[in-house]
């Protein structure tokens, strides 16, 4: 509102308001299958990761004049074991010796990698050459685990490279030199998430290298050419359910997120997008595993998630 003034007399006058409109936006849409080079009757001659790659065709890959690119919605089906060789060791140490168990790779619900781990401590202790044995249980109250030894020594839980201790919610592990307050013969972790890593970054050093400043985050190594950051979880407030195999991460599933408020990256009106890099990055600032692929033993041969293909789309913004 605004006020007139007349000699002794003011008006009070409403605005009679602005028409504001949406901008113009195109779309450009992305599929990590457009990686591969292909043969002249359509095959793939390549094995280009799914999780670091780069996309390069003959021509632009958008033109036109637009100042602001944005990603708006993914699409991701995630096929990656809950326990893989990124977080499958588990390192014991009893006052007397240390042995670092190994848990085979495989989506596994609570019940069933409590046994694993309790299978490869034991089978761990034995080659050390130590008498110890381990129970491991889960209870589905607290969604955490306990690893039980009675003996003349306690023992504790260790950090170590590759751990397991995140997935199993064992992370608020002390490592000073005593480890006072984690030995026990008894050991029960926190929430256990269930998941190899909380979140994924998808990073683009070609997309965002006009926008001024870089993009960090409370870790040291955190990306600095971020499109979005990918929580692994459901939207809102969900309970655990008490069905082992709903828990996100025991099985594949599928992520998609149409994000309400996209970064919105600065773009140079005079240069065409004509190359984008796509990286995956897990919390550790590492590119997300991908199963292997080929020949994993004599005969068996195994395609790993590389044809796991995932797609996304960007808003490009012209006014």
């Given at each position: 509102m605004a006020y007139r003034t007349s000699g002794q007399i003011a008006?009070?006058?409403?605005?009679?308001g602005q028409p504001l409109r949406q901008p113009a936006i195109a779309l450009f849409t992305v599929d990590s299958e457009d990686r591969y080079t292909l043969d002249a009757d359509g095959f793939r001659t390549d094995n280009t990761p799914i999780n670091n790659f780069i996309i390069s065709k003959p021509q632009s890959l958008i033109n036109g004049y637009f100042t602001r690119v944005a990603l708006t919605e993914i699409n991701f089906p995630w096929a990656i074991p809950n326990v893989n060789p990124r977080n499958n060791n588990l390192k014991v140490f009893d006052g007397l010796q240390r042995w670092t168990a190994v848990i085979p790779t495989g989506f596994y619900e609570p019940t069933d990698l409590a046994a694993a781990m309790q299978t490869a401590m034991n089978a761990a202790a034995a080659a050390a050459g130590s008498p110890r044995t381990f129970t491991c249980v889960y209870n589905a109250a607290s969604q955490s685990f306990t690893?039980?030894?009675?003996?003349a020594n306690n023992f504790q839980i260790e950090p170590c490279v590759n751990s397991i201790l995140y997935t199993i919610g064992f992370t608020g592990i002390l490592t000073d030199p005593a480890g006072i307050a984690t030995f026990g013969y008894k050991?029960?972790?926190g929430y256990a998430p269930m998941l190899y890593t909380p979140y994924f970054d998808i990073v683009s050093n070609q997309l965002t290298k006009k926008q001024n400043v870089s993009d960090s985050g409370s870790s040291l190594v955190s990306g600095r050419s971020l499109l979005c950051r990918v929580y692994l979880t459901k939207d809102g407030t969900v309970p655990t359910s008490t069905d082992e195999a709903q828990i996100l991460g025991c099985r594949p599933f599928t992520i998609h997120r149409e994000f309400q408020n996209p970064k919105q990256i600065f773009w140079d009106t005079q240069e065409f997008i004509n190359i984008i890099d796509l990286t995956l990055?897990?919390?550790d600032s590492k590119v997300l595993y991908e199963e292997p692929q080929g020949e994993v033993a004599a005969g068996v041969v195994e395609l790993g998630s590389g044809g796991t293909n995932w797609q996304m789309t960007f808003q490009v913004t012209e006014t």
């Open positions: 008006e009070l006058r409403e605005h009679t690893f039980e030894s009675p003996g050991i029960t972790g990055l897990d919390a």
